[in-house]
């Protein structure tokens, strides 16, 4: 882009009827009317082209729920920038305008849009869809488990709906914070004007909308009845479920590995000058680390997924034990996708949290070396711990020894953030508002998640704790209690930026304080359960672990009810909410030195760095000081914003 | 980054007493939640773990506290501080501007860093230690052991006895003497799971994987199957009990005797 100070608002450009060539008529609406006819086409065509029988249900299945996502994908537009390269004709300047969305107002949120704003937002929401779709479905489980030998679900149901809990929870947790936030406020970070590749963002959250419905489709399709782990050989003979489960983990793969690529390279070759490795806001690191240890662990999952679908629809056997294949096989290439991946999750809001705490401690992050190193420290190693997963398996008991050691070993790295974030929060002018007491409730779970890891890290320990309701709630404090926390405190911290409105902070603390108790009420039923030896994924259990049961579900209904609320005060106050100034939290970073809401292209003037964005509680001369941080040579806080606002 | 920004805390003689400045609050709560944190940690393993049957399970029980009395002066630490952090100077959290004043400008502090991360390391290094100690001495062979062959398919378990004719759905074992149990699958991935033996193996088709223990105690117990299996994994368990070893060579005898009366024997997963 060599766009500079341009003289009006750029999304104030009117553009001529022809800007946008066939993309003025393409939506979401396209998206699935293409996506349902090229479906029915591939549909149609395996069945005439395939032989009855199971395999041929499944090549039929798994080609219709393909040809949904191409079509999908294509309707919404995916195809007409590749397709002009093919005719030779190059898009013209108004054409990149009105795919960033000029001139749509809010219909721009269904398009295919190339601002990285637009997919923040819109990954923002599909975050919460996800979320609402995994956390109705811990509802029913939690139901279920009510009572020792329920009828509310029966087993295959109870299995489809564990199975999609799990799936649905862990793609919502990988993108819950690289997708709305990664995408919206990094470029803003470092001083970019979009993303490096901003139709493959768009291409990477079309990609993950139409995996949604695939998952969905599970459930009439029979139900996938292997948990979220879906371990060969039981996914092999699973029912026609699976195929369509499959092709979703493929789309979503592709999303992943296409959004990590974007990031890397925005926060690679974009950066503003002066924004030098050292200054990077930890948010930025902690986003490209998180993404570039997605694009090691999301081609494993491609490809197991890619061998799972050969053995249901080609008839090879590579997971089949009888004839040559093995299902370590599958589970040494489903954990080197996960264990990468939890640490996928993780990373991003923790380097959330430390923006968030240095900005209402008003200090420096504590250790700002230390906290990169183990981002990266952690990524590296969690590249060597899969295999605790399988200490069980009967698969090598030669590396239990090494797999324990590795495993024992990341909680140095992580034992380090722990003590950065506290170290960020000592002697500081504490200002708590919404986003600290997320930032204290991730420290209360991720430390309980934490301290219940290392039993399970120890193998003669896991022999007992496998399988079992502890490890479920050891994850969920981790992963829920721990990232996803953090990841509302990322929320309430960029909600002004983001909506341009201040977050309702009198609904928001009714809801933090319901979710707090309700973690703690949830999870602690479910170690109770799983102390007393109750298994993980049963739909009828012995009466002796009814009591815990019990705790549970109450915890879990009060868990709910205080996100419902929550959600309520984001809805609420995205639109009703006080209009927000642009620096409410009088943070250093760039993001908060444009208006709020953010114009298109971010930038009126190109910013020049000269510190990092941590200056706090130091004199105003000082090196770093706060009127040094951002504002300098080429004004953008301040000055820049009003330029860009009025026209010449 | 600089290491040594810790703003003075006044002159030498005008410091306040250690248990009235932060540090020393810290070092009040932190002993504090250590000690309910470690009392906790020696009684609820104890009350909410299963009576364990075997040597393995007291391997896990010990484990359990071991580990808990390692982390819990370590997640105190990190409570004592936030909770400090949060008594000391605070902003009222309605205002709409940010404090009038900074927190101090502190960018790290290297011995605080370097003993943290001492220490960690030492409690993994001790965690290790204690769990390759545990894992070899339960991986060593025991001589005389007896070899139980476990078969699992969906959804129930057959137990078999290898030099006799029994096949049985429930886990009988002798008390005091070192079991094998060899370990596979007709169909998909089990677990096998005696949960009050305290140790587990999957149970994989075409593979036999091994799991070694000693019951130690007379009792009832569970067979539970701990990996998903399909639809009734939910109902995948069978009986255990632990009886004398002559109760034990007992039932051999009348279960062997029934079988061979009856004439004929359930070949499962018993031509391995």
């Given at each position: 882009m060599t766009v500079d100070a341009p003289p009006r608002r750029l999304e104030d450009t009117p553009l001529g009827p022809a800007a946008g060539g066939l993309y003025r008529h393409q939506s979401a609406l396209t998206g699935l009317?293409?996506?349902?006819?090229?479906?029915?086409?591939?549909?149609?065509?395996?069945?005439?082209?395939?032989?009855?029988?199971?395999?041929?249900?499944?090549?039929?299945?798994?080609?219709?729920?393909?040809?949904?996502?191409?079509?999908?994908?294509?309707?919404?537009?995916?195809?007409?920038?590749?397709?002009?390269?093919?005719?030779?004709?190059?898009?013209?300047?108004?054409?990149?305008?009105?795919?960033?969305?000029?001139?749509?107002?809010?219909?721009?949120?269904?398009?295919?849009?190339?601002d990285h704003k637009v997919v923040g937002i819109q990954y923002l929401v599909l975050t919460m869809v996800l979320f609402g779709i995994g956390g109705g479905l811990a509802m029913l489980i939690r139901t279920q488990l009510l009572?020792?030998?329920?009828?509310?679900?029966?087993?295959?149901?109870?299995?489809?709906?564990?199975?999609?809990?799990?799936?649905?929870?862990?793609i919502a947790t990988i993108?819950?914070?690289?997708?709305?936030?990664?995408?919206?406020?990094?470029?803003?970070?470092?001083?970019?004007?979009?993303?490096?590749?901003?139709?493959?963002?768009?291409?990477?959250?079309?990609?993950?909308?139409?995996?949604?419905?695939?998952?969905?489709?599970?459930?009439?399709l029979g139900g996938v009845d292997a948990g979220w782990t879906t371990y060969a050989p039981l996914s092999i003979q699973a029912p026609v479920a699976m195929d369509a489960f499959a092709v979703a983990i493929i789309a979503f793969a592709?999303?992943?590995?296409?959004?990590?690529?974007?990031?890397?390279?925005?926060?690679?070759?974009?950066?503003?000058?002066?924004?030098?490795?050292?200054?990077?806001?930890?948010?930025?690191?902690?986003?490209?680390?998180?993404?570039?240890?997605?694009?090691?662990?999301?081609?494993?999952?491609?490809?197991?997924?890619?061998?799972?679908?050969?053995?249901?629809?080609?008839?090879?056997?590579?997971?089949?034990?009888?004839?040559?294949?093995?299902?370590?096989?599958?589970?040494?290439?489903?954990?080197?996708?996960?264990h990468p991946e939890v640490y996928v999750i993780l990373i991003p809001p923790v380097a959330a949290l430390f923006e968030v705490v240095s900005t209402f401690a008003r200090k420096p992050v504590f250790g700002y070396r230390i906290v990169v190193g183990a981002?990266?420290?952690?990524?590296?190693?969690?590249l060597a711990v899969w295999a605790h997963h399988m200490f069980t398996s009967g698969w090598a008991p030669d590396l239990a020894v090494p797999f324990m050691a590795s495993t024992e070993l990341i909680s140095l790295p992580t034992g380090l953030l722990v003590l950065c974030l506290i170290g960020t929060l000592w002697d500081g002018y504490l200002w708590p508002r919404l986003p600290l007491y997320f930032a204290y409730l991730f420290v209360w779970d991720f430390v309980i998640g934490g301290v219940t890891g290392i039993y399970l890290s120890d193998v003669p320990a896991d022999q007992f704790f496998h399988g079992d309701m502890f490890v479920t709630a050891h994850f969920h404090y981790a992963l829920m209690g721990g990232a996803m926390i953090g990841a509302t405190a990322a929320v309430c911290y960029w909600f002004p930026k983001i909506t341009g409105r201040m977050l309702d902070e009198r609904i928001g603390k009714v809801a933090f304080w319901i979710i707090a108790v309700g973690i703690q009420v949830t999870f602690a039923g479910q170690f109770w359960a799983g102390l007393q030896g109750m298994p993980r994924r049963v739909a009828w259990y012995n009466p002796v672990f009814q009591h815990a049961n019990q705790t549970a579900s109450v915890g879990a209904y009060l868990l709910m009810a205080g996100w419902i609320v929550f959600l309520y005060a984001m809805v609420r106050s995205a639109h009703h909410g006080r209009p927000a100034p642009a620096n409410p939290w009088r943070a250093k970073s760039l993001e908060w030195q444009v208006p709020s809401p953010v114009p298109l292209e971010n930038f009126a003037v190109q910013p020049v760095v000269t510190s990092d964005p941590y200056g706090y509680g130091q004199a105003d001369d000082a090196p770093g000081g706060p009127d040094r941080t951002v504002e300098n040579s080429a004004p953008v806080g301040r000055d820049g914003a009003e330029r860009q606002g009025t026209p010449p | 980054m600089s290491s040594e920004a810790h703003p003075p805390a006044g002159g030498p003689t005008l410091r306040p007493p250690f248990l009235t400045r932060p540090a020393g609050k810290v070092c009040v709560v932190w002993l504090l939640l250590t000690a309910i944190g470690i009392t906790v940690g020696l009684v609820a393993p104890r009350r909410l773990l299963p009576g364990f049957d075997a040597t393995t399970g007291t391997d896990v029980l010990r484990t359990v506290v071991f580990f808990t009395v390692l982390a819990t002066p370590v997640a105190g630490f990190v409570y004592a501080v936030a909770a400090i952090s949060l008594m000391g100077r605070r902003h009222p959290g309605s205002a709409d501007e940010p404090p009038p004043e900074d927190g101090a400008p502190l960018r790290g502090n290297r011995s605080a860093t370097v003993v943290w991360l001492v220490v960690s390391s030492a409690l993994v290094v001790v965690m290790l230690v204690w769990g390759v100690a545990v894992w070899s001495n339960q991986q060593s062979s025991a001589p005389g052991a007896l070899r139980v062959r476990v078969t699992g398919?969906?959804?129930?378990?057959?137990?078999?006895?290898?030099?006799?004719?029994?096949q049985s759905r429930t886990l009988v074992l002798p008390v005091d003497r070192p079991v094998l149990?060899?370990?596979?699958?007709?169909?998909?991935?089990?677990?096998f799971w005696p949960v009050d033996l305290g140790t587990q193996v999957d149970a994989n088709p075409n593979e036999v994987t091994v799991l070694r223990t000693t019951p130690d105690r007379l009792g009832r117990f569970e067979v539970r199957c701990s990996q998903i299996c399909g639809l009734y994994h939910s109902l995948m368990d069978a009986p255990g009990v632990v009886v004398t070893p002559s109760a034990f060579s007992r039932w051999l005898q009348s279960e062997g005797a029934s079988v061979a009366t009856a004439g004929r024997v359930a070949r499962v997963g018993a031509d391995r």
């Open positions: 009317a293409a996506g349902v006819v090229v479906g029915f086409l591939g549909w149609a065509a395996a069945h005439e082209l395939v032989q009855a029988g199971s395999w041929g249900t499944d090549r039929v299945v798994a080609v219709t729920m393909v040809g949904w996502i191409v079509g999908f994908t294509l309707g919404v537009g995916a195809g007409n920038a590749p397709l002009q390269w093919v005719v030779g004709r190059r898009p013209t300047a108004e054409d990149h305008l009105y795919w960033a969305g000029v001139g749509q107002g809010r219909a721009r949120y269904w398009k295919y849009c190339t009572t020792p030998h329920s009828t509310f679900l029966n087993p295959n149901s109870y299995n489809a709906v564990v199975s999609i809990h799990g799936t649905a929870m862990i993108v819950m914070v690289t997708g709305p936030f990664a995408n919206f406020v990094v470029p803003l970070m470092i001083g970019a004007r979009d993303m490096a590749f901003p139709r493959l963002n768009a291409l990477s959250f079309w990609l993950l909308v139409s995996a949604v419905p695939c998952l969905l489709a599970t459930f009439v592709l999303s992943a590995t296409i959004g990590g690529i974007n990031l890397i390279v925005t926060v690679l070759t974009m950066r503003a000058p002066g924004m030098t490795p050292g200054r990077l806001p930890i948010f930025t690191w902690g986003s490209v680390v998180g993404s570039a240890l997605g694009l090691c662990a999301m081609p494993a999952f491609l490809l197991v997924m890619l061998m799972v679908l050969s053995d249901r629809t080609m008839g090879t056997s590579l997971f089949d034990a009888a004839v040559g294949g093995s299902g370590w096989l599958y589970e040494n290439l489903f954990w080197i996708m996960g981002f990266v420290a952690i990524g590296l190693l969690s | 398919q969906q959804w129930l378990w057959t137990f078999a006895y290898p030099g006799t004719s029994v149990f060899e370990v596979t699958s007709l169909d998909v991935t089990h677990g």
